[in-house]
Each structure stands twice: as C-alpha cells, then as structure tokens.
C-alpha cells in the first residue's frame, strides 16, 4: 500500500514533518511552519506555504477548501452541456496510456504525480484505472480524488520521488507557470515523464484564479528543461470558436448554462479540426500540449525559432 506520508516535506524549507495531530508541524526549528503548523481539510493535509501563496489559511476552514462551486464526478448538467459543446479531449486518452507504457518499462508500480486533480481531467481515466500505476493527487482544495493539498509553486513533496507527472488544464491558473514547471523537474526520478495541456485561444474560465495562456512555442519554452517526445494542439481554430460563441453569450449577461445551451447548435464546427494542418491548426489552436522527459540539458533560445519551423 502506498504510503503517501513519506514521500511529503515542507513547502517552505522541505524539511520533515511531524503529521501526528493537527496542525501538521514542520520539525525544523527554524521554520515558521514549526510554529503555526499547517491545517487539514477533509483529513488531508494541507501543505500550502500560506506567506507566499495566493490562498489563504482561512479558505480552509470549511473542511474542503475549494474556493469555487465544482463538480468532480463530471456528471452535473453544467459539466455534461460543456462536453456536448467542445467534445472530448482528443490527445489525453492516447498520452495517458503511452504514458503508463513508458512508465511500465521503467519498472514496477510508477509513481505518478497528479498536479490539479481534484477531479479526474477528461481522458486521463487510463491512469486511475490501471492496477499497476499509484497516483498521488493534489490540487488546492480536498477531493475524493485528493491525497494532499497543495500549491503547484511549492510542492510538498521530496526530490526525485515521482516516475511521472500529469498536470492538465492547470498552469493557466498559477501565477508563475515556470516556478511550477521547475517543481515538477525537482519532483521527477531522471528521466520521469511529464504530460501537460494548457489553453491557448480560450476566453476566462475560472474567475479570479486565471492568468495565463501559451502558444505551443510558449508552452515549450517553459518546458525548456525537458527533451520533448511529443507536442502539438489540443483542438483547433474550430473548438476554439466555439468557445467564442459561447462566451459572447455570456459577455451578454447570461448564465453559463444557458450559454452553453445557445452555442450548443454550433457544436459541429469543432469538428472541422480533423480537416487542419498540424502548423496552421497550432497557430489557431483552442489549447496545446506537451510531453516530455525530465532532461539535465536546456533548450537553448536559438533553438525556438527551428523548433516553429520544425512543427509546421
């Protein structure tokens, strides 16, 4: 059985930590940490680093923590008419499984680390479902999909601990993607893998706690530390226009089911992306993905202008 306890550290100075009573206690001394402690939420340890965080130790007295009204089944009305307007996510089913295939050769039983996993993201349900992956999830509120929660800027957990890491439909919600991606090399055996997908052409999606989207040379920079085994769009010019019909209806002042319903008509135009060019469909794409394997070699900046040529 997998003991997520001892794979934990502070956030702060990632020191060890006394998880006895609550508050959690960080041992070092000369940690504030070991002072104030940390609260739990749902019996799961929250390890956030509340002087540098956006979130508050205050959030989480409601034994949850989830600062925004969220569906983790995936089963609510909202969640259902959303999928029915934008479709599936065409690339995680396939990266989930190639992803438990890279992992398997490696050895047995990989890690994996689940960065926003509150609730499982479209796709990925190959990596919960396979008996021979462990999966540690975190996000920032407490979920039955949860082990930890966490701030992606400063994860709890020690050096070198995880086979692999799934961060999807995530970094567009921190405010320093790279201070996140540069945990998630920390995080990884050498040579562990990563999966992400980030949003390029879409409108504001989670209130306040959205900041940031990338092009597909933009999200490879950020994974400039990591040799790349695949990239490329997640949805193309037509997913993302229907994102923008439907946001037009909510910059009108409806509510985002009825949105959803008004945009629904238009949902075949997301199918014209299997008719683009892989170029052309990154340039316009709704969002774009990369994965990739912890490297000790840096993409050079020079690098970036063959690497658009490259992926046309």
Same mark, same amino acid.
Request: glycine share 10%.
């Given at each position: 059985?997998?003991?997520?306890?001892? @794979? +934990?550290?502070?956030? !702060?100075?990632?020191?060890? &930590?006394?998880? $006895?009573?609550?508050? /959690?206690?960080?041992?070092?001394? #000369?940690?504030?940490?070991?002072?104030?402690?940390?609260?739990?939420?749902?019996?799961?340890?929250?390890?956030?680093?509340?002087?540098?965080?956006?979130?508050?130790?205050?959030?989480?007295?409601?034994?949850?923590?989830?600062?925004?009204?969220?569906?983790?089944?995936?089963?609510?009305?909202?969640?259902?008419?959303?999928?029915?307007?934008?479709?599936?996510?065409?690339?995680?089913?396939?990266?989930?499984?190639?992803?438990?295939?890279? @992992? +398997?050769?490696?050895? !047995?039983?990989?890690?994996? &680390?689940?960065? $926003?996993?509150?609730? /499982?993201?479209?796709?990925?349900? #190959?990596?919960?479902?396979?008996?021979?992956?462990?999966?540690?999830?975190?996000?920032?509120?407490?979920?039955?999909?949860?082990?930890?929660?966490?701030?992606?800027?400063?994860?709890?957990?020690?050096?070198?601990?995880?086979?692999?890491?799934?961060?999807?439909?995530?970094?567009?919600?921190?405010?320093?993607?790279?201070?996140?991606?540069?945990?998630?090399?920390?995080?990884?055996?050498?040579?562990?893998?990563?999966?992400?997908?980030?949003?390029?052409?879409?409108?504001?999606?989670?209130?306040?706690?959205?900041?940031?989207?990338?092009?597909?040379?933009?999200?490879?920079?950020l994974f400039r530390n990591f040799e790349e085994i695949d990239s490329?769009?997640?949805?193309?010019?037509?997913?993302?226009?229907?994102?923008?019909?439907?946001?037009?209806?909510?910059?009108?002042?409806?509510?985002?089911?009825?949105?959803?319903?008004?945009?629904l008509p238009f949902f075949w135009l997301r199918?014209?992306?299997?008719?683009?060019?892989?170029?052309?469909?990154?340039?316009?794409?709704?969002?774009?993905?990369?994965?990739?394997?912890?490297?000790?070699?840096?993409?050079?900046?020079?690098?970036?202008?063959?690497?658009?040529?490259?992926?046309?």
């Open positions: 059985m997998l003991n997520v306890n001892a @794979l +934990l550290c502070c956030p !702060r100075c990632r020191s060890a &930590l006394d998880l $006895g009573p609550t508050p /959690i206690r960080c041992t070092s001394a #000369a940690c504030p940490y070991a002072r104030i402690g940390f609260p739990r939420a749902s019996g799961q340890p929250v390890l956030i680093d509340f002087e540098r965080s956006i979130f508050d130790r205050a959030t989480y007295a409601d034994d949850r923590g989830s600062i925004i009204k969220r569906d983790d089944t995936g089963r609510g009305l909202g969640v259902t008419l959303r999928r029915l307007l934008t479709g599936p996510n065409p690339v995680t089913p396939e990266k989930s499984r190639e992803m438990i295939s890279r @992992l +398997l050769l490696q050895g !047995r039983e990989p890690l994996v &680390l689940v960065v $926003g996993g509150g609730a /499982i993201g479209a796709g990925a349900s #190959a990596l919960y479902e396979n008996r021979d992956v462990r999966i540690v999830g975190t996000d920032v509120y407490a979920s039955p999909n949860t082990d930890v929660v966490a701030d992606g800027h400063f994860l709890p957990f020690k050096d070198g601990v995880f086979d692999g890491v799934w961060i999807q439909a995530v970094l567009e919600h921190v405010l320093e993607p790279s201070a996140v991606v540069a945990e998630i090399h920390r995080v990884l055996k050498p040579g562990g893998v990563v999966y992400a997908d980030t949003p390029f052409i879409q409108q504001v999606h989670e209130q306040a706690y959205d900041f940031t989207r990338f092009t597909l040379s933009g999200h490879r920079w490329g769009a997640v949805g193309g010019a037509g997913k993302a226009l229907v994102w923008s019909i439907r946001y037009v209806a909510l910059s009108l002042g409806l509510s985002t089911r009825l949105a959803s319903l008004l945009a199918f014209v992306d299997r008719f683009a060019r892989p170029g052309p469909k990154s340039d316009a794409a709704s969002g774009v993905f990369f994965f990739g394997r912890r490297s000790d070699r840096t993409l050079q900046a020079k690098e970036m202008l063959r690497y658009y040529e490259m992926k046309r």
